[in-house]
């Protein structure tokens, strides 16, 4: 089995950095994603790390300490859009399970001007 | 763009019914798979296939079932559907282990 911790709510100013973090218990980690979800909207895929270090993609980055069961999402710049829920998801690579990933309860993010 | 459309957004049906969730993907991915999302709780996996006809349990299964006839479509089943199903319910489907996986905009499923 897996464990998956992730803030439940944070809240920002439009314009800044957040940095929303996870961590993670696993026995086979096989790499970890990063979703965002508005409300009543479906998942989107926003980043995947399965080595250690830091992944960049515009305003948004991902770190991830293999060693240390931990990653984090950094958002810049943020925008009033951001305003979402933010899916940390684990895939394990042992036994069946090897297909399936394993979500956090998400971090619901707030911006505020 | 990959698309994953589930058949309903919104469905309403009662206590004991059989119910039958659709979704088809549109890019010929391998994969597919069948979450349920409620408050606190996140997305819990129920079933996934990773190729026509075949199938895995996830993390929820009890009360499920699935059908992958098509690789396009994968069917999740209620056999007799009780008031704790209700839920959001969504689809993903992706290429491959190392490949994201792309939702559906979800089923609001309401057992009365």
């Known amino acids: 089995g897996q464990n998956i911790d992730q803030p439940t709510e944070m809240t920002a100013t439009e314009g800044a950095i957040v940095q929303i973090n996870c961590t993670y218990q696993?026995?086979?980690?096989?790499?970890l994603f990063w979703y965002q979800q508005h409300a009543g909207e479906a998942p989107t895929f926003l980043s995947y790390?399965?080595?250690?270090g830091l992944e960049e993609k515009g305003r948004f980055s991902s770190f991830l300490s293999r060693s240390k069961g931990y990653s984090y999402l950094l958002l810049k710049e943020l925008q009033m859009k951001d305003s979402a829920s933010y899916l940390c998801?684990?895939?394990?690579?042992?036994?069946?399970?090897?297909?399936?990933?394993?979500f956090g309860k998400g971090t619901k993010l707030s911006v505020i001007p | 763009d990959v698309k994953v459309t589930q058949s309903s957004r919104y469905l309403v049906k009662r206590t004991g019914e059989k119910v039958f969730l659709e979704c088809v993907q549109d890019?010929?991915?391998?994969?597919m798979f069948w979450y349920r999302q409620d408050p606190g709780l996140g997305l819990r996996l129920i079933y996934f296939?990773?190729?026509?006809?075949?199938?895995e349990k996830g993390d929820i299964p009890e009360g499920y079932s699935v059908s992958r006839e098509k690789k396009e479509r994968f069917s999740l089943i209620l056999e007799s559907a009780s008031t704790n199903q209700t839920s959001m319910y969504l689809c993903?489907?992706?290429?491959?282990?190392?490949?994201?996986?792309?939702f559906g905009d979800g089923t609001r499923l309401s057992i009365l």
């Open positions: 790390n399965v080595l250690d």
């Open positions: 296939s990773y190729d026509v006809k075949m199938k």
């Open positions: 696993t026995s086979g980690f096989n790499g």
């Open positions: 993903a489907s992706s290429f491959s282990l190392g490949q994201p996986q792309h």
């Open positions: 998801a684990v895939r394990d690579h042992s036994g069946a399970g090897s297909y399936q990933l394993t």
């Open positions: 890019m010929d991915h391998e994969n």
